[in-house]
């Protein structure tokens, strides 16, 4: 079992910056990939940004330029730096980690955080 909790969401102006974090613990697991995404009211949930294991990232458009995702692996910790906020990006912030148990068979795993709320005022 692995377990995500977030952290850092809140209410903030536009134009400013907000930082999240998530970190994983459990025991006998491999992450490979971990991500954020978001749901709007009334919106499907949307991919924001994963990085993996080696570093390489994805981003939305609708994001790139303004945020950057980063992790520390010693850790298992995600982090997402939201710079230059919009009132669009408020939402409902998930972290996802998908990767491996240390099972015999191993046996992969995707899970999810509790989500954590983003507002930004115009």
């Known amino acids: 079992q692995v377990q995500l909790v977030e952290s850092g969401g809140g209410l903030v102006q536009y134009g400013g910056s907000l930082t999240l974090s998530c970190a994983a613990s459990?025991?006998?697991?491999?992450?490979?990939?971990m991500g954020w995404y978001r749901q709007a009211p009334g919106k499907q949930r949307e991919l924001v940004a994963t990085?993996?294991?080696?570093?390489?990232?994805n981003y939305a458009d609708s994001v790139k330029g303004r945020f950057t995702i980063s992790r520390d692996n010693a850790k298992n910790t995600v982090f997402l730096q939201m710079n230059s906020l919009k009132t669009e990006d408020t939402a409902v912030y998930y972290c996802?980690?998908?990767?491996?148990?240390?099972?015999?068979?191993?046996?992969?795993?995707?899970?999810w955080g509790q989500g954590t709320q983003v507002t930004v005022s115009s």
């Open positions: 459990g025991s006998s697991f491999n992450i490979n990939t």
């Open positions: 990085v993996g294991k080696g570093g390489s990232t």
């Open positions: 996802n980690a998908a990767g491996l148990l240390v099972l015999i068979p191993p046996r992969p795993f995707i899970y």
